[in-house]
């Protein structure tokens, strides 16, 4: 049964968690949302909750989640925008399959060699420095698809991107679906060496309008939800305008030249009509009398 807690910190006690989860033992608990809840830490209190599997701490002040060590059923984690520097006590959580870490202070993905069920991480604006620590670690993931380490000092950089998509089975990176196109610039890319190596990646990030690091926009950026996809690669950026003005242009060529109601047309056809009619009945006598000119 799903559990959000929104009470100030200091209620936050085993019989609050268990009036509002409807359970009768803290081991019974499956999810808990304590997000915004003026958190430091995964107290005592957490660690009773072995039978967790969704927990969420985001936009707290937690700074250890040495609490998370007894949940080793847990499946998806949520630790946004807090102050955390280390994810070793996810060693001991090896179902995790879901991890939002975004905007805290983790340096290395180290811990998350034990967590092979992980299939989406974030860790958007983090301190993560070395890409080839995190490749080693990542490559170990097979299960590894949905990767976000954007505005971290490893995102900086023309190779990044390249060699993310080359190591790794990824089908999206820093927000964006990845393509078969991708998968040729990195390669690309590798085969690349010197000033022809930094015209392809030049290239790449020209056509994907937007740094790989995410430096530009390191608030912007929702982190447990999609990022705006770039625009697409097969696209020029002003086709959209050509095709409107062409789309216009078959409507103007195909509308009445006479703008005028139906109505209006009507009465001034039929003026034009009855101020013919008698010269009309004078070309005709005209002729039944032989007249060959019946004008007047």
Not at 47 to 70: D, F, I, K, P, R
Not at 149 to 163: D, I, Q, T, V
Not at 202 to 211: L, P, V
């Amino acid at each position: 049964m799903a559990l959000v807690v929104d009470a100030h910190p200091a209620d936050l006690t085993e019989q609050t968690i268990l009036d509002l989860s409807g359970e009768d033992e803290l081991c019974q608990v499956r999810e808990l949302v304590l997000r915004e809840h003026g958190l430091s830490e995964v107290g005592p209190l957490l660690e009773q909750l072995t039978a967790l599997e969704v927990l969420s701490l985001s936009n707290n002040n937690v700074h250890s989640l040495a609490g998370c060590t007894s949940m080793g059923r847990l499946s998806t984690l949520n630790i946004n925008f807090n102050r955390i520097a280390s994810l070793e006590p996810l060693s001991n959580c090896p179902l995790l399959e879901k991890l939002f870490a975004s905007s805290n202070k983790i340096s290395t993905v180290a811990p998350l060699a034990a967590c092979t069920r992980l299939k989406e991480l974030s860790l958007f604006r983090n301190l993560v420095a070395s890409l080839d620590e995190t490749l080693a670690v990542l490559e170990q993931l097979s299960a590894l698809r949905v990767l976000d380490l954007g505005a971290n000092p490893c995102a900086l950089g023309p190779p990044y991107r390249h060699r993310i998509v080359s190591t790794l089975r990824l089908e999206c990176l820093d927000g964006d679906p990845l393509t078969e196109l991708d998968s040729e610039l990195a390669n690309d890319f590798g085969v690349s060496s010197g000033a022809s190596g930094q015209r392809v990646a030049a290239a790449s990030a020209d056509t994907r309008g937007e740094a790989a690091s995410g430096a530009g926009s390191p608030y912007r950026r929702p982190t447990t939800a999609p990022a705006p996809h770039s625009k697409s690669l097969f696209r020029a950026p002003d086709s959209q305008k050509r095709a409107t003005r062409r789309r216009k242009g078959r409507l103007a060529h195909t509308a009445p030249f006479n703008r005028e109601p139906p109505r209006q047309r009507a009465v001034a056809t039929w003026g034009v009509v009855a101020a013919w009619e008698p010269w009309l009945a004078q070309a005709s006598v005209a002729v039944v009398a032989g007249d060959p000119n019946p004008n007047p």
